[in-house]
Nanobody, 128 residues
Framework: QVRLVESGGGSVQAGGSLTLSCAASGYTSSKTCVVWFRQAPGQGREAVAAMQTHNDWRWSADSVKGRFTISQDNAAKIVYLQMNNLNPDDSGMYYC?????????????????????WGQGTRVTVSS
């Protein structure tokens, strides 16, 4: 069974940095699409960064471009989200999601409804 565990969240002041980790298990394929989503209170989940783990394809939302970087340790099946220059709008629950099928399609769309495997989330709070 595919399982994801996020970690690394916390409370920081504006301008600070955090690195989130998404540790995956339960499958052997190195070909996946992994997306980091965040959810602010009362709002839906929005994708902030995505990657395909078997090539150089990467994507980041305009709101985080230049500040957030997605990367991986493929051997360990860990995907990271390095977040720099955080601001209060970055606060929320951060989730990673993975798909082993329709990788290019789902990574391009980044529709939360199309991802069946999620972690429990890690909370990020940025104070001004």
């Amino acid at each position: 069974q595919v399982r994801l565990v996020e970690s690394g969240g916390g409370s920081v002041q504006a301008g600070g940095s955090l690195t989130l980790s998404c540790a995956a298990s339960g499958y052997t394929s190195s070909k996946t699409c992994v997306v980091w989503f965040r959810q602010a209170p009362g709002q839906g989940r929005e994708a902030v960064a995505a990657m395909q783990t078997h090539n150089d394809w990467r994507w980041s939302a305009d709101s985080v471009k230049g500040r957030f970087t997605i990367s991986q340790d493929n051997a360990a099946k860990i995907v990271y989200l390095q977040m720099n220059n955080l601001n209060p709008d970055d606060s929320g629950m951060y989730y990673c999601a993975v798909t082993l099928g329709s990788i290019a399609y789902k990574c391009a769309r980044r529709d939360p409804a199309e991802f069946g495997t999620w972690g429990q989330g890690t909370r990020v709070t940025v104070s001004s």
